[in-house]
Each structure stands twice: as structure tokens, then as C-alpha cells.
């Protein structure tokens, strides 16, 4: 008997982002009967997200998919990498938020999150660009009213520096052997390729009896994180960095 659990987060979601590709996990989603988080960029100036043509009825796209379930994250501000800083969650060396002063990071968060709340999008989820946060993130998240962070690595949710926050897949092959514990599978429907497509459908087939929505995920008991468990956590994003870099395999790219 297994208590696996696997939720799905969908980054990068723009108005001009890769609709057919955004469908065909839709369609996947469906099937198994799981809602994801989206996690929505505010003020897209990133120009490697852009697809095709922007639709206008976006925040309607979004606010009905919301009403159908989905859970809805505010995926940074701009998505523009502004330092050479991979925070407390070293995945990339670049980041939108680590590495900037506290004040300019609050403006951005309060820019990004009124500008959501125009289109009647109110969320407390922050999902980091590239992953990458630090101390000034995470007091800033806070000091404007966001509660949860989309990241980290663990078999559950944890609780630090007053965020709780959702681990996300270390490498989704041994998460998805693991027998027992919470986790996350990122997708990013604009870069993914027609054989990535085939393997995420075999795994919505196979593993679909443990995967969740990612509103269940949510609802989880958190546990606190300590000391030893964030250093331990930092090793792990450190080491698979240099490891991604000095093989050449493709990471997670811009997210």
C-alpha cells in the first residue's frame, strides 16, 4: 500500500504563451481529473515566453479555469532575470528577485499582485522565476500578504520564515518511484517537445491513481522546516546545478 501524492504546476502562463501545447495538458488534466496551479506572470516582458499572438480574453481564460479549480499563483513580476543570484534555492544562477535590495523587491511584488487583482485575480501563491528567492523575498512575500511559496524540496509541505511552502519534484523519476510523500511536477508547456508530450502522457496514464489537485495539496498539514533541513535543502539545489551545468543536460531553463 502506497500514500504517494503527485500535484502538477503549470509555469510561465502568459496571453501569449503556447496555447496548443497549454491544451494538451489541459486535455491530461481531464482525464485524470486533477486541477494544477498556473502559475501567472503579471507583466510579461520576458520575450522567450512569447509564443504567438496575445489573446485578450486571457483573464477570462483564467478566471474560468479558477472557477473550475484550478489554483492560481503569481509566477514573479515581469519575468525579466535582473542578478547573477540563485538565492536560497541555488537551481539557477539568475534570478528575477535574489540579489535585489528589500524595498525594490516589495515594489515589484505589490505592482504584481495589483496588477492581478485588476483582472480579479487575488492569490497568496508566489511561484519564483528560475526558483530562485532569498531572505529579502521571503520577509517582502509576507510583508504583502502572500502565505505560500511553490518551491523547495521535501516529502511535504514545510513552514519557513513564516511562508509555508510546496516541494517540487527533485527528479521526477525517483518521485514517481517513491512510495510514500508529496510532491510537484512542473511543466512548461511553451518549451515542451512532441516526445516529452509522449512521456508526461505515460505518466498521467500510469500514475494517475496518486496524482491530486493541487487545491489537496494545499489543504495538507504543513511541518516545520528546521535549521539542518533548509542547509540540507540548499545542498541538494546547489548540487543539482553544478551537475545539470557540467553535463550539458538540459535543467528547467527559464521558468
Not at 542578478?83 to 541555488?90: E, K
Request: hydrophobic share 35%; charged share 25%.
Amino acid at each position: 500500500m502506497t500514500d504517494k501524492k503527485i500535484a502538477v504546476r503549470m509555469d510561465d502562463i502568459t496571453p501569449d504563451m503556447n496555447w496548443d501545447n497549454f491544451y494538451f495538458f489541459q486535455e491530461l488534466f481531464r482525464e485524470t481529473g486533477i486541477t494544477p496551479l498556473l502559475g501567472v506572470v503579471p507583466d510579461n516582458r520576458d520575450p522567450k515566453l512569447t509564443c504567438g499572438g496575445a489573446r485578450e480574453d486571457f483573464y477570462d481564460v483564467i478566471r474560468a479555469l479558477a472557477d473550475e479549480g484550478y489554483s492560481i499563483a503569481m509566477h514573479g513580476f515581469r519575468h525579466l532575470y535582473t542578478t547573477r543570484c540563485g538565492g536560497l534555492f541555488p537551481l539557477n544562477n539568475y534570478s528575477e528577485f535574489a540579489g535585489l535590495p528589500y524595498d525594490k523587491q516589495k515594489e515589484m511584488l505589490m505592482l504584481g499582485r495589483k496588477k492581478l487583482k485588476e483582472h480579479g485575480i487575488d492569490t497568496d501563491i508566489f511561484m519564483a522565476p528560475a526558483h530562485s528567492y532569498d531572505k529579502n523575498t521571503l520577509k517582502a512575500l509576507k510583508e504583502t500578504g502572500f502565505t505560500k511559496v511553490t518551491d523547495g524540496f521535501g516529502k511535504a509541505p514545510y513552514r519557513r520564515n513564516g511562508l509555508t511552502f510546496y516541494p517540487i519534484s527533485f527528479v521526477l523519476s525517483h518521485s514517481l518511484k517513491r512510495k510514500n510523500g508529496a510532491t510537484t511536477i512542473v511543466l512548461h508547456a511553451n518549451t515542451v517537445t512532441e516526445a516529452q508530450k509522449e512521456r508526461y502522457a505515460r505518466i498521467f496514464r500510469e500514475y494517475g491513481d496518486h496524482m491530486i489537485s493541487y487545491s489537496e495539496y494545499l489543504a495538507m498539514q504543513p511541518s516545520r522546516r528546521r535549521v539542518g533541513g533548509c542547509v540540507a535543502e540548499y545542498i541538494l539545489a546547489k548540487a543539482k546545478f553544478l551537475l545539470v551545468r557540467s553535463t550539458g543536460i538540459k535543467g528547467k531553463g527559464r521558468t
